[in-house]
């Protein structure tokens, strides 16, 4: 078989066709980082499609908001940007229980939330409460009371693993290292739901553990 240059005009157009989708692609990337990059960050509810196309379908109805048994839906104020009137979750205040039904999906006609489902790498499939992926807790150590500084001595804390719904999976308290009396809190990214339950009820002010969106 005789080698092809790249000269011809068949491979010319495949790399000219390559070109274009790569192009295609980076704009369409840069275009969604610049959409959702308008507004802040925000918790979404249970089962939100990526960010821009949560924006796209999301007809601010407010039915999920309605159909919270725990009122922890809110509304987006005018700071959202494009996400004005768009729902939210804030954990500080009331985070999301993990309905078994997750009836704010159930209402949601417009498909911008959607039943989570989730395969793992070993076929298993996971889906509704457990595939709930909102975002991910992060803990900070500067303000975590298991970590000390010059004003405190380190104590023993697990507030945060006791009201996590999936306890010693999605957050545990690590054994203590060498040269410290107490273990730490460690959040597993791939379980955490990013409900928000260990940020409610984290009792370091101010809070010592928070949730980051998901943002696509």
């Given at each position: 078989?005789s080698?092809?240059?790249?000269?011809?005009?068949?491979?010319?157009?495949?790399?000219?066709?390559?070109?274009?989708?790569?192009?295609?692609?980076?704009?369409?990337?840069?275009?969604?980082?610049a959409?959702?990059?308008?507004?802040?960050?925000?918790?979404r509810?249970?089962?939100?499609?990526?960010e821009?196309?949560f924006?796209?379908k999301?007809?601010r109805?407010?039915?999920?908001?309605?159909?919270?048994?725990?009122?922890?839906?809110?509304?987006?104020g005018?700071?959202?940007?494009?996400?004005?009137n768009?729902?939210?979750?804030?954990?500080?205040?009331?985070?999301?229980?993990?309905?078994?039904?997750l009836?704010?999906i159930?209402?949601c006609d417009d498909?911008?939330?959607?039943?989570?489902?989730?395969v793992?790498?070993?076929g298993t499939?996971?889906?509704?409460?457990?595939?709930?992926r909102m975002?991910?807790?992060?803990?900070?150590?500067?303000l975590?009371?298991?970590?000390?500084?010059?004003?405190?001595?380190p104590?023993?804390c697990?507030v945060?693993?006791?009201?996590?719904?999936?306890?010693?999976?999605?957050i545990?308290?690590?054994a203590p290292?060498?040269?410290?009396?107490?273990?730490?809190?460690?959040?597993?990214a791939?379980?955490?739901?990013g409900?928000?339950?260990?940020v409610?009820?984290c009792?370091?002010?101010?809070?010592?553990?928070?949730?980051?969106?998901?943002?696509?």
């Amino acid at each position: 078989m005789s080698s092809r240059k790249l000269d011809e005009p068949q491979e010319r157009g495949d790399f000219f066709k390559s070109l274009g989708s790569l192009f295609a692609g980076f704009v369409a990337n840069r275009l969604e980082e610049a959409v959702t990059n308008l507004g802040p960050k925000l918790l979404r509810p249970p089962g939100a499609l990526d960010e821009l196309e949560f924006l796209t379908k999301c007809t601010r109805c407010d039915k999920c908001m309605r159909a919270c048994p725990e009122n922890a839906i809110l509304k987006a104020g005018p700071s959202a940007g494009l996400g004005l009137n768009t729902p939210y979750l804030d954990p500080r205040s009331i985070p999301c229980f993990l309905c078994t039904t997750l009836p704010c999906i159930a209402e949601c006609d417009d498909e911008a939330l959607v039943w989570p489902q989730i395969v793992r790498t070993d076929g298993t499939v996971l889906e509704g409460p457990r595939a709930v992926r909102m975002g991910t807790a992060r803990v900070k150590p500067g303000l975590c009371v298991t970590w000390g500084d010059l004003d405190r001595e380190p104590r023993a804390c697990r507030v945060c693993v006791d009201r996590c719904p999936y306890p010693e999976e999605a957050i545990r308290i690590t054994a203590p290292r060498e040269g410290e009396t107490v273990g730490h809190p460690a959040v597993d990214a791939d379980v955490c739901t990013g409900c928000g339950l260990c940020v409610f009820a984290c009792p370091a002010e101010p809070v010592a553990i928070i949730v980051e969106p998901r943002r696509g």
